[in-house]
Every structure is written in structure tokens, then in C-alpha cells.
């Protein structure tokens, strides 16, 4: 392993060991693509060089191979974040107000959730407060008026974002999820709903990226 120019030259891969201090966190591992052996290296090498370990979309058989060399990492079955915490954060004093519109997106909603929590953030989370039952959302107007950031994922039509954006003074930070039937086209119609609001103040990530979403939402928040 190579040290040079803040990297660590795997062959495979190039740890980027000057992230934290760009960015205020260390480089994130999306485990999709990648073999156990991988995954491994990459780890011990983050460890090396006393970073924090984030683990995105790593399934339950590669968390119980990793676990067996690094004990003390911690997994969220739900969100399939791995994570491991080497340097003590400074708690953010905002809140950031995470929002599903289903149960179906709670898997995307709990990847924004952790990744948020990992980096020192304050969250709350309202599940299943989509616009087919709207009194559901209007009775927690008191958590949405006092969020820093909002979070809203959202499947189906996704017209979650919009309403929630109407209603506060906060960004949002919209989630376009593949859940919902055919002309859902795994989730291009929610990001184009999403994409197309009149409501100002709405930021997009892509499909499914609950990752993207925390982390945005930690940089706004800090």
C-alpha cells in the first residue's frame, strides 16, 4: 500500500485518507461491486489512518465477514450502513426532520437517517405521513417548523416534497424512492414530480440515494 499525495494506492483502489479535512468526514465505501476482500483492505486501510468507517448498501453476509476482524463495527439492518466511529464529533445543534410518505421508503429513509447520526447530527424521523392522509403530517406542524433541514422520501407521485415545502421555511432535501406500480418506472416519475415543484427551496438527490441526502443535509446543518 502507497502513501502519496493524501491516497492510499491499493491498485484497486485509491483510499482518499484527505477527505475529512475537505469535507468534514472520511471517505464513504459503496459496497455494491466490491468483493469481501475488498471491502477488507479498504476498511483496514481507513482504520490505518484512524478515519471513521461508513459502509453504504452492505448486505448482512458482508457485515458478518468484516465483523469477525473489526469488532466493534456496528450495522443498521434496515438502512445496510456499516459504520465505525474513531474520532469524536462535535454534536450540530440543529435539527434535521427526516419524512417518509410510506412505510415502502423507510429502507431509503433509515439511509438518510444513519448517515446523518454517524456524522453528529440531531435527527428526528416521521414515518408513513404521505399525502393520501394529509391530517397525518399537519398534526406534527410543530417538529416541521423547527427543523433546521427537512428530509422528505418519497415514491409513488412523491407530491410529499412540495406540500412540506409549502409549509416551511427550511430546504428540503427530496428523496425520489422506486417504490410505486408501472408508470412509477422505478422511481422517474417521483424525481420528476420532485424536479418540477413550484414550491422554492427543494433540492433533489437521485433515486433511492438516502446516502446523498444525509449527507447534504449534514453540510447545510452545520
Not at 469535507?23 to 464513504?28: D, L, N, R
Not at 450502513?81 to 434535521?96: D, F, H, N, P, T
Amino acid at each position: 500500500m502507497a502513501q502519496k499525495h493524501g491516497f492510499c494506492d491499493f491498485g484497486f483502489a485509491k483510499i482518499d485518507t484527505d477527505r475529512t479535512r475537505r469535507k468534514g468526514f472520511s471517505e464513504v465505501i459503496y459496497c455494491p461491486g466490491k468483493t469481501k476482500g475488498h471491502l477488507k483492505k479498504i476498511c483496514f486501510g481507513l482504520i490505518k489512518h484512524k478515519e471513521d468507517l461508513l459502509l453504504t448498501r452492505l448486505e448482512k453476509e458482508n457485515f458478518t465477514y468484516l465483523k469477525k476482524s473489526i469488532p466493534k463495527l456496528q450495522y443498521n439492518s434496515t438502512a445496510k450502513i456499516a459504520y465505525l466511529l474513531q474520532k469524536k464529533k462535535q454534536a450540530k445543534k440543529g435539527l434535521v426532520l427526516i419524512l417518509s410518505a410510506g412505510t415502502a421508503d423507510i429502507p431509503v429513509a433509515e439511509e438518510a437517517a444513519v448517515t446523518l447520526e454517524v456524522m453528529g447530527n440531531r435527527v428526528e424521523r416521521l414515518y408513513d405521513v404521505g399525502v393520501a392522509g394529509v391530517h397525518r403530517l399537519l398534526a406534527h406542524m410543530d417538529s416541521l417548523r423547527k427543523a433546521k433541514v427537512i428530509i422528505i422520501v418519497a415514491g409513488m407521485e412523491a407530491a410529499l416534497a412540495s406540500l412540506v415545502s409549502g409549509l416551511v421555511s427550511a430546504p428540503v432535501v427530496a428523496v425520489p424512492t422506486s417504490c410505486g406500480y408501472g408508470a412509477n418506472f422505478g422511481g422517474l416519475s417521483s424525481l420528476l414530480t420532485m424536479l418540477n415543484s413550484c414550491s422554492p427551496g427543494i433540492g433533489v438527490v437521485n433515486i433511492d440515494n438516502g446516502f446523498g441526502a444525509g449527507f447534504l443535509a449534514s453540510l447545510i446543518n452545520n
